[in-house]
Structures are given as C-alpha cells and as structure tokens.
C-alpha cells in the first residue's frame, strides 16, 4: 500500500489533468456528476479513502473535537474526560486533549492550535477563558462546570445538589451544619452549592458555618487544613451533632480519616457528605454519602449539543449558529454508611 | 479572516495556474525554487499557515500521536496518560486519545481511524494487538507495560520493583510473605513481579503463597475476593507475622480496609506495600508503602523514542525505521506507615 497517493496518480488513474482533481478538492460544484463520480470510484480504488486529511478538503468534516481540560490528577475532571473520550463508538468523532494550568494565556495558545487543526468543535472543561472572548472563536463551543454566559453550557444542577446534601443532615437531625469548600467566584456553576446550603440553613433557621480554604494537591497541606477546621468545629460544638458537607469526595474520604483516628464516630457524632459521587466515594475508609454528577448524561448532552452545531454549519457555512443551549443536569444522592 | 483558502485562491494570487498550485503541494520537487518560493510567500500573505491540515500536504507533518490506553476510570495508566498529555509544551505535539476495552478488533479500528489522520506516532499503553502485527504498520510505536517483542517499549523495571518490596518484607521480619495479582501472560512485563516475588522468597527459604484472582473495578466483588484471602491467610498462618505485596495500590487499599476492620494492627501484624505510588498511596487510610513507578521518566522516554524516529521518517522516507528501542526505568521504594 502506498503511503501518500499524490493528485498527479489519481489523475494518471483516471485519464483526467491534475486540473481536474484539484477541482475535485477545491471547488466540486464546478465539475459534471459524471466526473466527481468517476474520481470518487478511483479514490475507493486507490484506497483514497483512508487519507482523511485529504478529505477534510473537499467536505471541511475534520471529525475533530478539541479539548481543554484541568491538569489535575486524578479527580472527577479526569473521570469526565473518560466518558468523553469513550464516546468514538456513538459520536464518531477524534478528540484531540490539551490539559492547562488554568492559565488564560494558556488556554488560548491551545485554542489557537486547535483551530489550526480544523476542529469542528471545542469543549472547554473547567478552564478559564471568560466566554465573552470564546464566542469571539465563532466555532461550536460547550462549557462545563464554568463560567458560561456567552457559550453553550452543560451543567449539573449544583443548587438541587447542595439542597439534597443540606436537607439530608437536617433530616438526620444534625445540631450544626458544615459546609467546606475553595472560595469559588459567583459566576461558576458550583457557586450555587454555597448558596444552597447557606439559604437552607438559614431559612429553617440552623446553626451553621462555612470554611472556605484553597484546597490543592498536597496532601499533607488540604491534611492540615481540614484538621485545623475540625479543631475549630471541636472547641465551639462539643458533643454536638454535626453534619459536614464537603465540595468534593476526595477532601470528604481526608476528613473522615481525621475523625476515625481522633475517635469521632461515623454517622453518630459526625455526618458527613461529599460531592460528585467519583470512585473515591465508594473507596472511602466508611464508604460515603454523595452527590452523584451524572457522568454519562452530561457527556451525552454535551455531544449532542456539539453535534447539532456541527451539522448546521455544514449546512451553511455563513449562518451565525444558533442560540446557546444551558443544559442542567440532575444529581441524586447516594446513601451510603457515612450518613444515617 | 476567510476560513478555507483554495487551490483557485492561491492561483490567482500569484498568477500560477491551480495545477502548480496543486504541484507545489503533492510533488514540490517539479517545481522550480523561484516558483516554491513565490507560493509559500503568498500562502503567508493570505494567511495559510494558520491551517495545518493543508500544511501536512506540503511537508508531511501532522504533529499528530495518536494513544491507545485502557478505559479504566481512576487509575494508574489515567495518571500516565495525563503525564503525557502534559508534554505540549516541551515536544509539541497534539494528541488524538481514544480508550479501549482491551478488544483487538477495537484497538485496530482505532488504529485505521489514527492512520487515516496521518498519525505520526503510536503510544500503546497496556492494550493487546499482538506487537508482530503492530510492527506491520510501520510508523514510530511506543509500547507501555505490554508485551512489546516487535515494537519499541518504555517499562518500569517491574523485577527490581517486586524485589524491593520482597526483601523489605523480609528484612522487617515477616514470618510469611504473600503476594496478590492478577493472573498475568509471561511476556507482558508486570509478570516480572511474581518472578522476582517467588525467586527471592525461594532463595531466601521463605514461607509464601501467590494468590491470583481477576480483579476488575466492581469494588464489591473486590472486596470479597480480598476478604476470602485475607480469611485463608488466618486459617493458615494464624499468630504469625504476615508481610503481602500487592499489584497496585488500589488492591492495596481495600486490603488495609479490610485489616483496620478486623482489629489487625498494621505494620505489627501485618506489613503491606502496594505497586506504583499512585495518589491512592498517599490516599490510604493508612498511608501506604508503595514501588514509585517513574511517572516523568517514562513519560519523556516515550516523547524521546518517538521524536527521533519521527525526525528520521521525515529526512527519508524510504529508510527502514532503526531498531527497536527497549527502556528501562528503575523504581524505588516510598516507605509511609504500613510497613516498619
């Protein structure tokens, strides 16, 4: 099999010039039916075909979807990108991966990169671009888990998240309430888990308090950190009831270490929930209380809505695409052995 | 910004005919360098080089990796995978992912779609296309922690790991060693921890037991199948010291659940130490005594083999690929607070 088959073979295969077969790539509405068909016919022949590159030519289809994750380890980001990647068998589509450091510049010499591959669409996870300068790209783009006003989004709906996490430790009779979290800015989606377990608390009047810490990827310092707080916690509520809501499952699986080895038990002196509901729940020295993100519906609605943004522009290169679409997605939660 | 510059653009830029055009694409050697030159200062002037597709045609270039890694969710190869994404910045490379099942059918399906892109390279991580047909594709291929007999390969020295862990077992006095592991084919290159394991032990005279079950992510049925071991490990060997290596830190994980919950002090009882040092190691409730795979090393051997045969492939493309390149990477041992 030759590697590269040049427009100079396919013009000798088929008697035609090299004119011809140019015109065939660049502008194959100016030939006859006759003739597109009988290049077609020697493409297949030539096994053409499997040159995708070339093709992208004459339909504009890359099939490329870019990708611009966080550059986090393992964490329920990393779990999302899977169920993206794992979608080739339905969608079709080749996704190229940049991961960043959530740095601006960053994620827009990746764009950049992208664009010059002729993706046919970008999904943006986490990351902070603001979307006024991503609409600005004019390609198909979906946000998760970010700031999304300008761009399409999909989203779980973190406020009913939080409200299910905030109910259930009241409903479990908890004396205090303790939400733990990053300070996140207003206008990302995860904001709301913040507001929702603040209204809660207030307006069915319980004790609570929020600790907001930036939580990164040393142990030894998100250890301390939670330790500190549980001190905190400690010295104000003893013998209290307390339920702890945390923003993720990892930082929920650290604190539950911290009160097993401090002699705390779980769920009598001490409740806890975290958010996401990724294999760290379930891996959990007492297997935790979550808020299942449904992986697969978030993946699936962010494709479609990718797919019918493709589509259109094939159709019609010089329509602006239609208006942006802000899918929320539904969590539940899942009882396991950390709540009653 | 036009978004598709054409053969017909370029031709009547510089007053060329569309076949030149076509000319300096598929055979730029016809042409004169007066006329190459003419044509790659127009394709600046309209701005061309911002597409890379049509740039491959002229140079052959994609700046493409194509990488095959398993579906597994948090994982180890999850954290390899992401290593390697994060090469952008130093090799400059994109990389199109897709994740499979472990089915050759599958793993060659992606393999047509990554040829079809022009793929300049192949990282194979774990994955099962027997290497002889791998060969048969005759691009740069990397092959990680998988039989690599006919491609080249980047792997942890797995026999120096298991051998670590061994004999730190031994020298912190366990009266009996016991290792867990998948069932695993002689030529995959893990397998060199269970030889390394049943060597030393019959070396050193010491009493032992391998115990091989087939694992996968259901954490119940892990669970159970830890918990029958650890069940026959009391029958048999009950009031002695007990030292167990296990295959990845996961396992490792759950099987320190399992003592914690059965009163056995660790390291007292038993000593435990789990392979890779992945974030689970540090994650464990006791944290764990872990074989450090060298995540960077192995990352930046793969980028190396690559690289240079990529370079070699574009100076000459009749030249055969040189021969196979065979990595080893030392491991060590992270000692935390299940072992002595």
Redesign the interface.
Known sequence: MK??I???DIAKYTNL???T???Y???PESLSEETSLLIEKALKELNYK?????K??SN?K?E?IGIIAP?L??HFY??LL?SI??T?TRYGY??????SNGDIDEEKE?ID?L????IEGLIMISSCIPSIQLKDYNIPIVGIEREAKYISSVDTNNYLGASLATNTLIENNCDVLIHINNPVADEVPSSDRIKAFENICRDKNIEHMIFYEIFNSD?NDTTEKLFNIFKKIENKYHNKKIGVFLSND?LA??FI?IL?KNNKSIPDDYEIIGFDD???A??A?IPLTSIRQDVKAITHNTLAILTERIKMNHKN?KTDLPLDKHIIIDPTIIKRDSTL
Chains 1, 2 share one sequence.
């Open positions: 590697k590269n040049t427009y100079s010039s090299t004119a077969i140019s015109r790539f660049n502008s499997k040159n995708k590159v070339a992208i030519f504009g890359t490329f550059k380890e393992l990393t779990y899977n990647l794992n080739y080749k996704f190229i991966v940049f991961t990746y990169e664009l010059a591959y002729q142990i990892t699986n650290y270490k097993v990724s294999p760290a379930i891996e020295f290169r």
